[in-house]
């Protein structure tokens, strides 16, 4: 019976003994990124662009609903209250498209941005194999690793990879 209990435990420390296992800090990772940093940048100038094309359009509108204000004075009530309404609908549509913009910019930034995701998990994955490292566990915010020795972290091996890939 006790050589069976020592077998038992001799066979646990040895199977511990195979599995190699490292992990990223998420985080660091993709903000060190390259590729993801100047995605980032990219929608980032997209943004600005429609944030100003968004404040010009308003500026606008507000000079001609001023302009309007002042001449509708000397309209008919009946009058004034159709142009006003015209001068609603068209400031309706401009906000929707300049909505649709927007949502389109997101959707393409969250596009790009989960394959950028994609492509991380899967160069982890590539260099878990080619190292022999059964896991590869994720830290950072929201990451399963609440300690981790510093010499199985491999955040600057998968980091180095990465933006060396980029580059080419």
């Known amino acids: 019976m006790k050589k069976l209990i020592v077998f ?34 990219r929608f980032k100038v997209k943004a600005d662009a429609l944030t100003k094309k968004r404040d010009s359009i308003s500026q606008a509108f507000q000079i001609e609903l001023q302009a309007f204000q ?44 989960d394959s950028l995701v994609s492509k991380v998990k899967e ?4 260099y878990g194999k080619a190292n022999g490292y059964t896991y590869i566990l994720g830290g950072g915010d929201g990451g399963a690793v609440l ?10 091996a998968v980091l180095k990879i990465l933006n060396d890939k980029y580059k080419k």
């Open 147 to 156: 300690y981790g020795e510093d010499a199985q972290n491999l955040t600057e």
């Open 123 to 126: 160069e982890i994955k590539g």
């Open 8 to 41: 038992a435990i001799a066979l646990t420390a040895v199977a511990c003994q195979q599995n190699k296992i490292g992990y990223v800090d998420n985080v660091k990772l993709m903000d060190g990124y390259q590729e993801k940093v100047d995605v980032e940048a």
């Open 70 to 113: 002042a001449k509708a004075q000397k309209m008919s009530q009946k009058n004034a209250q159709e142009e006003y309404s015209l001068l609603q609908q068209r400031g309706q549509f401009v906000g929707q498209q300049l909505q649709q913009e927007e949502q389109l910019l997101q959707q393409g930034s969250q596009i790009e941005m």
